[in-house]
Nanobody, 120 residues
Framework: VQLQASGGGLVQAGGSLRLSCVAS????????MGWYRQAAGMQREFVAS???????NYADSVKGRFTISRDNTKNTVYLEMNSLKPEDTAIYYC???????????????WGQGTQVTVSS
């Protein structure tokens, strides 16, 4: 499976961005999809995940501000980010696998990452 993420950029605090990630290749292996992020000098952390049946999990830090969704017909996962804060600045990675957890991805793949920068 190959993942291609897009939609990152520079935005002021309080603004919004929408990330997209398209999966291609062995798409029959796609189960959970989701997003992680890594800020400079920090470890990669879980942001949100969504199962094939659209069961959703969010990190506490983004609940109420971020919305994850997926279009199974397009093998695409989205992350709508609102009320962005400077601490949301990071490289955002999409991922897919049999299970996405706070600890990482089980039997899956990672996208290349897209930079999100939130200015104060």
């Amino acid at each position: 499976v190959q993942l291609q993420a897009s939609g990152g950029g520079l935005v002021q605090a309080g603004g919004s961005l929408r990330l997209s990630c398209v999966a291609s290749g062995s798409v029959f292996k796609i189960f959970d999809m989701g997003w992680y992020r890594q800020a400079a000098g920090m470890q990669r952390e879980f942001v949100a995940s969504i199962t094939m049946n659209k069961f959703i999990n969010y990190a506490d830090s983004v609940k109420g501000r971020f919305t994850i969704s997926r279009d199974n017909t397009k093998n695409t996962v989205y992350l709508e980010m609102n009320s962005l804060k400077p601490e949301d600045t990071a490289i955002y990675y999409c991922a897919t696998g049999t299970e996405l957890t706070k600890e990482g991805v089980v039997s899956g793949a990672w996208g290349q990452g897209t930079q999100v920068t939130v200015s104060s």
